[in-house]
């Protein structure tokens, strides 16, 4: 088992640097590593075996494998070949490239890399829409390939790279994965994986709202709960989870803000509307968890309540069971020139509450039925 563990190593190692025969000096260094049993070994059996191990090769391996099939060496014979044709199909399938070299083949290119496959150089190159296209060095067109953008909008703002294109190998040797990161616009953030040998994309997304400085405050996809992830995609929502410029919302937060936009969306002229359309709550919102602890007003078989949250001043309404949004405007960012709601009070008949502003020494009223949810605004 030491054996097999240090030869493992010695496979992950040689993944970040070329050369036959360093690998062959490591492999042979290895077998130092345990004192070989060779009690039941016949003399030309050890002495094929030193010499082998010595002079190694695949093919004096197989020589060795073809005489003594059975012997107790052959497995330690085995692991060397593995490791050795492992390394070989690494050297054959790395690319020599700089990026420099990719990029000068590939003018016009979001990014480009390179990448051998089969001992044959070729340049993938990354465009602003994700397309795909594979070129020879010299900047030849030979395969259009399009990896499909993430996004939870309509119209994605436009792409730009957050992390260059780079292979690298998340689970284990075998496999070479392209890496990169892009965003759409300023409210989205994506990671990808791409295999090329498979025209294989895996991403995760994390969009919200952006708070400046690269920061997002919102959410991901693949963050729901019950979701079950492949490998791929859990390791690159890992990446997301730790990423200090990505900051996750609670789900209170998330039904509020969506509370919050789809106010706005069926009201989007409540300040010269006649008739507003009040959206209802879910008792697992953060708007919900406020109102409880707000100060309220008292109507007729109804309380409501005036308060600021997630960047907007609210007037949400409990009837019974139910809780209700109103009324919803950005929160005054200075009291000297913008508007602000000093008070808030229901009339004599209990359903219709009249909400008083402020706007530097003036002041104006609107008026807000519960039961018809009209509107009046008042000067």
Known sequence: MLLRSALWELRTLFATFAGMKALRALIAAAMFLLPLSLGAQ???EKKLFDKTVKE??????????????????????????????LAEYIERNTSTLTREEALAAAPGALDAI?????GVEHVLALGSDLSLRMLTPEGSLEEFREIPVYTMEEKPGVL???????????????????????????????????????DLAFQALFYGKPLGDGKIE??????????????????LANRLRENPLLIELSRADILTDQSIAWWLGKNPKADTASKLTFGLLDTESSMVQAFQSASKER????????????????????????????????????????????????????TTMDVVYYKGKTTFKNKISVVSQGIWHLK
């Open 42 to 44: 016949s003399k030309a």
């Open 299 to 350: 109507g007729k078989g109804c309380t409501a309540a005036s308060f600021d949250i997630r960047g907007y001043t609210v007037i949400c309404i409990k009837k019974g069971d139910q809780y209700s949004l109103a009324w919803c405007e950005p929160i005054c960012q200075n009291r000297k020139t913008d508007r602000y709601i000093r008070s808030m009070f229901f009339e004599n008949d209990g």
């Open 160 to 198: 730009t790279l957050v992390q260059a294109m780079e292979f690298i190998q998340p689970f284990g040797v075998e496999r070479k994965w392209i890496h990169f990161v892009y965003r759409n616009g300023d409210s989205e953030y994506v990671e990808a994986l791409y295999l090329p040998e498979e």
């Open 218 to 235: 919102g959410q991901s996809p693949e963050f729901m709960e019950g979701l079950r992830l492949s490998a791929e995609q859990a390791w």
């Open 114 to 118: 390179g990448w051998k496959k089969d």
């Open 56 to 85: 190694f090769s695949v093919a004096k391996a197989d020589k060795f494998l073809k005489k003594y099939p059975k012997s107790v060496l052959a497995p330690r014979i085995t692991e060397m070949k593995d490791s050795v044709l």
